[in-house]
């Protein structure tokens, strides 16, 4: 399937005003997870379950310490471990217990799980270079296909805006997610999300009118120069 066919798929959060007044305002408050062993490895992890590491939960401290003048209404949360531990310790700071929501989770990397880039590259020659670049019918072995990921993500994401008109919601989740999200309200094609660097613990902001996206802040992680 063509990249133009996935973007055309995947409908993107910037629909027309109608009679030109915005409707209600959801801000959301994108959070990437702490550091795990598997990013000090440089390894793809994907729906590997890793926890984080020390640093992780010192960098989710940060971040949670940077949220809690802010008044969030509620933290949704991947089902994943790494992901889930950095939404507690901010929700700690809320009163707040995480929602999981599965349409948060990373990409399913199959067969590219727990491998560094050298080692998918020695195994799959050339496979992730086509696979990144949106090469049609180049797909992760045993993963998730682009043009699922990207419509589950818009889902999930469509139906947290749904449920919490006029309020401040924290999202932690993943690189993949936030990246997608971000290529869906500039309405670029999906596979530019590898031009978009996500650290641990990076946020950003996006708000929004119903489904009208707009970028306010960007792997923002000014909370952690305490760390260096």
Same mark, same amino acid.
């Given at each position: 399937?063509?990249?133009?066919?996935?973007?055309?798929?995947?409908?993107?959060?910037n629909?027309?005003?109608?009679?030109?007044?915005?409707?209600?305002?959801?801000?959301?408050?994108?959070?990437?997870?702490?550091?795990?062993?598997?990013?000090?490895?440089?390894?793809?992890?994907?729906?590997?379950?890793?926890?984080?590491t020390?640093?992780?939960?010192?960098?989710?401290?940060?971040?949670?310490?940077?949220?809690?003048?802010?008044?969030?209404?509620a933290?949704? &949360? *991947?089902?994943l #471990?790494?992901?889930?531990?950095?939404?507690?310790? $901010?929700?700690? @700071?809320?009163?707040? =217990?995480?929602? /999981?929501?599965?349409?948060?989770?990373?990409?399913?990397?199959?067969a590219?799980?727990?491998?560094?880039?050298?080692?998918?590259?020695?195994?799959?020659?050339?496979?992730?270079?086509?696979?990144?670049?949106?090469?049609?019918?180049?797909?992760?072995?045993?993963?998730?296909?682009?043009i699922?990921?990207?419509?589950?993500?818009?889902?999930?994401? &469509? *139906?947290?805006? #749904?449920?919490?008109?006029?309020?401040?919601?924290? $999202?932690?989740? @993943?690189?993949?997610? =936030?990246?997608? /999200?971000?290529?869906?309200?500039?309405?670029?094609?999906?596979?530019?999300?590898?031009?978009?660097?996500?650290?641990?613990?990076?946020?950003?902001?996006?708000?929004?009118?119903?489904?009208?996206?707009?970028?306010n802040?960007?792997n923002?992680?000014?909370?952690?120069?305490?760390?260096?």
């Amino acid at each position: 399937m063509s990249n133009q066919q996935i973007s055309r798929l995947n409908p993107p959060f910037n629909k027309g005003r109608e009679g030109g007044v915005r409707k209600p305002l959801t801000k959301l408050f994108l959070i990437r997870h702490g550091e795990t062993q598997n990013n000090v490895e440089l390894k793809y992890q994907g729906n590997s379950n890793q926890g984080l590491t020390e640093k992780g939960i010192l960098q989710a401290k940060s971040i949670a310490k940077c949220l809690q003048k802010e008044k969030l209404e509620a933290i949704y &949360s *991947s089902a994943l #471990k790494r992901a889930f531990q950095t939404a507690e310790i $901010i929700g700690g @700071h809320h009163n707040l =217990i995480p929602n /999981i929501n599965e349409g948060l989770n990373e990409i399913d990397f199959g067969a590219w799980e727990g491998l560094t880039y050298n080692e998918i590259e020695s195994q799959y020659p050339g496979v992730f270079e086509k696979w990144v670049s949106g090469t049609d019918g180049i797909e992760i072995p045993e993963g998730e296909a682009r043009i699922d990921f990207h419509k589950r993500i818009s889902s999930a994401v &469509s *139906s947290i805006i #749904k449920n919490h008109p006029e309020e401040q919601i924290a $999202i932690v989740t @993943h690189g993949g997610p =936030i990246k997608s /999200i971000l290529c869906n309200i500039l309405e670029v094609n999906p596979t530019a999300f590898w031009r978009i660097k996500q650290s641990n613990t990076a946020l950003n902001i996006v708000e929004f009118y119903e489904e009208s996206g707009f970028i306010n802040l960007v792997n923002d992680t000014c909370h952690l120069k305490s760390e260096s």
